[in-house]
């Protein structure tokens, strides 16, 4: 990670070219060198980091005046740093102090609502390290009215209340705080000379994870982990050592490796896609995973396994055009580093942690990258490696047959199409914010922008399920409608997951549309896109439907000249 002065050289680089995000920065400490160090580290992620600081302890002038600057500026994304060392000062003036937590809490509610009564944007809220104030020592944790007693109740009330705001998002400052240190975060000569809190060394960390919560919210986040195995999975060469000799379990070095695994089981679980690439036989390198008694990930666990004795580029490339997936959307994890040099060199976009060279820094290393925030989760995250693992058998049988239209027929699909509820919101939200090829139009829409729009009469909403033969892929595709006038509708979003790509699904999506529009009497469809540096795979995708170019990249469909577009997908 970059210290302080390389991200404040970064301010005088050129952003013209990175996507502007709007964020406004509201403290009640000094946050000039912090708003440097996000805007710095937003370069290093090709973001323009637009930011409005306000004012030193301005929060609720800014937030509760109509004509204040937080307004004028509009931004997409506000930033509230209020610090445990001013909660302090508040604490020893109350005379309420075991109810301190609720009252603070009860302060940060009303700020958020008055925010969401007056702007569409998204919140990113520190919460509170800890400050021992040594009162009571140790004891303080039977005392309520305690300092740390308060703060980490509050602590915990703000992320259940968080829980209930979808456009909210907590970025854990008291976690950092373990990470780094107490004394790495908080430099008292600077605070009594400059109101600064937060210390130089801590600046990147905390702007690095502020920028990740936005980074993923606009849909650049990491999904799949490529993992090496010997040395990397396990300690030893499986195929020099034979499975009774490689180190794994509970004892010795063999713990870092066990308990590594458990974190990437962890990740596998929350929806991040594992493979393998490791030069070795097949066979051998599978065995480990069918019988070693204390290896924790399973071959289940693994969406993509390759195992050979060809390079790890042309490998890993394999492994991007399987799952269809960006190489900026990949994380590589091997213990050579002539293996990751090699990677680097030739995939740019790839993510390579330089492993530390004692596996048991492994997990702690890994683990402080944050490389894989996140801003949703949902259920069908758990399921992801199932439907790649499906995906495969799909492929594997298409190869036996000489005409696509036969393949397609053979595996039975079945599409559900459902209005946005309260029980696919959820996933409708993850996949606008994942999806980045299949994407029209690239707005990125959270969970409360979901359920505003589907309360909106202005909009008509489609969500789309696929089966088959083979397994659920669940919800994969989004159209928003908007109804400009009583006969035409416009295409706001129309979003899919590419792992459906080539089944017909845009044709059924299209048919679906038209249904709808006829039964409603509209007679015009018009459609955008909007390009990106990902989208280009649905440049022509308007085009190919049938719809006439009308300016450029606008596009209209006559509903009354439409013809029934060919497809093998039956509603369910």
Not at 75 to 96: A, E, G, R, V
Not at 279 to 302: C, G, R, W, Y
Not at 449 to 462: E, L, P, Q, V
Not at 508 to 535: H, R
């Amino acid at each position: 990670m970059k210290d302080f002065s390389s991200l404040k050289k970064n301010l005088k680089k050129d952003f013209s070219s990175f996507k502007e995000i709007k964020v406004a920065l509201l403290g009640d400490s000094a946050t000039q060198l912090l708003s440097q160090a996000i805007r710095g580290t937003g370069y290093n992620e090709n973001l323009n980091i637009n930011i409005f600081e306000a004012d030193f302890n301005q929060i609720e002038r800014q937030i509760y005046d109509p004509t204040s600057e937080l307004y004028d500026f509009n931004p997409q994304y506000i930033i509230l740093f209020i610090s445990s060392y001013k909660l302090l000062q508040s604490y020893n003036k109350s005379l309420t102090q075991i109810s301190f937590a609720e009252e603070q809490l009860q302060r940060i509610k009303d700020l958020i609502t008055t925010i969401n009564n007056k702007l569409d944007a998204k919140i990113i809220i520190y919460n509170f390290n800890e400050i021992d104030d040594s009162v009571y020592g140790s004891y303080a944790s039977k005392v309520e009215s305690s300092f740390l007693f308060q703060i980490r109740k509050l602590n915990f009330n703000l992320s259940s209340y968080i829980i209930e705001i979808p456009n909210c998002y907590v970025c854990d400052l008291s976690s950092i705080q373990n990470q780094i240190g107490f004394n790495n975060l908080f430099s008292p000569s600077i605070y009594v000379n400059t109101e600064m809190v937060l210390s130089i060394e801590s600046l990147p960390v905390i702007a690095f994870r502020t920028v990740a919560i936005v980074s993923s919210l606009i849909g650049k986040i990491k999904k799949c982990l490529i993992l090496d195995l010997d040395n990397t999975l396990w300690g030893g060469v499986i195929g020099d050592d034979g499975i009774e000799n490689i180190q794994l379990g509970s004892l010795g070095i063999g713990k870092a490796f066990t308990e590594f695994q458990y974190w990437i089981k962890k990740l596998k679980n929350r929806g991040i896609i594992i493979a393998v690439c490791s030069k070795n036989t097949e066979s051998i390198a599978k065995e480990p995973f069918l019988k070693h008694p204390d290896m924790i990930l399973k071959l289940d666990d693994v969406a993509v396994f390759i195992a050979n004795w060809n390079n790890k580029v042309d490998n890993i490339r394999q492994i991007q055009r399987i799952l269809n997936i960006g190489f900026d959307s990949m994380v590589f994890v091997d213990d050579n580093p002539f293996e990751r040099n090699m990677v680097k060199e030739q995939i740019e976009d790839i993510c390579i942690p330089d492993l530390p060279e004692d596996p048991a820094n492994y997990l702690q290393y890994l683990s402080s990258l944050d490389l894989f925030e996140t801003t949703n989760f949902s259920e069908e995250d758990a399921k992801r490696t199932t439907q790649y693992q499906t995906e495969f058998k799909r492929l594997s049988e298409k190869m036996n047959f000489s005409n696509e239209d036969d393949y397609l027929k053979s595996l039975n699909m079945l599409s559900d199409i459902s209005e946005f509820n309260s029980f696919n919101s959820p996933r409708v939200s993850q996949l606008s914010q994942r999806s980045n090829q299949f994407n029209l139009r690239t707005i990125r829409y959270d969970e409360d922008n979901i359920i505003k729009i589907s309360n909106n009469s202005d909009y008509a909403t489609f969500a789309f399920t696929l089966e088959d033969k083979y397994g659920d892929n669940g919800l994969i595709c989004v159209v928003i409608l908007k109804k400009l006038d009583k006969d035409i509708l416009f295409i706001d979003s129309w979003f899919m997951s590419c792992r459906v790509l080539k089944r017909g699904m845009e044709n059924f999506v299209l048919n679906s549309l038209v249904t709808y529009a006829k039964e409603n009497n509209y007679k015009t469809i018009i459609g955008e896109y909007l390009p990106t540096s990902k989208n280009g795979i649905v440049a022509n995708h308007y085009n190919s439907l049938g719809f006439k170019e009308t300016s450029t990249n606008k596009w209209t469909l006559s509903v009354d000249n439409y013809i029934t577009k060919k497809c093998f997908i039956n509603k369910k």
